[in-house]
């Protein structure tokens, strides 16, 4: 499967910005997703997952109560809508899929290019 993403830019603390991340092929609804973050010097970082159907989801602590992850398989694309942003969210977001059907997988077999969000004033 290929993952294309989009959405990322420029935006304002305490600001919104969703980003999705599209499919390709006809077996989108098999895959667990997930989006990952990493900031210049650092590791990359899981922050929400979602399972095959749209009924599981993870969130690390540090995006719980401000990010929702959610997901459409008629549309073959996954949504990462963020709110209350922070300076410490900027960093470069990747959409990943997984044939697992564990909400978090033990690891992800495909990644997209990544689209750069920027939290600043």
């Known amino acids: 499967v290929q993952l294309q993403a989009s959405g990322g830019g420029l935006v304002q603390p305490r600001g919104s910005l969703s980003v999705s991340c599209a499919a390709s092929?006809?077996?989108?609804?098999?895959?667990?997703m997930g989006w990952f973050r990493q900031a210049p010097g650092k590791e990359r970082q899981l922050v929400a997952a979602?399972?095959?159907?749209?009924?599981?989801?993870y969130y690390a602590d540090s995006v719980k109560g401000r990010f929702t992850i959610s997901r459409d398989n008629a549309k073959n694309t996954v949504y990462l809508h963020m709110n209350s942003l922070k300076a410490e969210d900027t960093a470069v977001y990747y959409c990943?899929?997984?044939?697992?059907?564990?909400?978090?997988?033990?690891?992800?077999?495909?990644w997209g290019q990544g689209t750069q969000v920027t939290v600043s004033s």
């Open positions: 990943t899929a997984s044939l697992s059907t564990l909400v978090v997988p033990p690891g992800y077999d495909y």
């Open positions: 092929g006809d077996t989108f609804s098999t895959y667990a």
């Open positions: 979602i399972n095959y159907s749209g009924r599981s989801t």
